[in-house]
């Protein structure tokens, strides 16, 4: 693949991953989140970022680093700021709602009485076993 090619290419990739990331920002703002497409973005992400690692990986990638094509590498790399930008927001964005659920879930389990799953996962009975109830 030529350079210029190359170049084109990898900012067509970075492109459709910022697009995916904004849509994901407005999924995870959106009330109710809605998983479903949440997921579908995370899988539509995942293979925007192997396509760019195939992409970096190519014969020639090296090549497009030399400073013959200046605006087209700085467009690129500006791009991929703003990809890693947004990416970081989002991460915090999904940081804030995994919080938000967690005391959700805490406040469930006090309203029950007992706590229903333990630090492993594994469900606990309201009496703990036979040595609580001895």
Same mark, same amino acid.
């Given at each position: 693949m030529k350079r210029a090619a190359l170049l084109h290419r990898q900012? !067509?990739? /970075? #492109?459709h991953l910022l697009s995916l990331l904004q849509a994901e920002q407005l999924a995870l703002l959106a009330l109710p989140v809605d998983g479903a497409l949440l997921a579908g973005l995370a899988g539509d992400?995942?293979?925007?970022?192997?396509e760019l690692e195939t992409l970096h990986s190519?014969?020639?990638?090296?090549?497009?680093?030399?400073?013959?094509?200046p605006e087209p590498r700085?467009?690129? !790399?500006? /791009? #991929?700021?703003?990809?890693r930008h947004l990416n970081q927001l989002n991460g915090s964005l999904i940081c804030r709602q995994l919080i938000h659920n967690q005391k959700a879930l805490n406040a469930l389990a006090e309203l029950s009485g007992r706590h229903t799953y333990g630090s492993d996962g594994r469900p606990r009975s309201a009496g703990r076993g036979i040595a609580a109830s001895a």
């Open positions: 900012q !067509q990739c /970075l #492109a992400k995942q293979a925007a970022f192997a190519l014969p020639g990638t090296a090549a497009a680093q030399e400073p013959d094509l700085r467009a690129l !790399q500006q /791009l #991929a700021e703003q990809v």
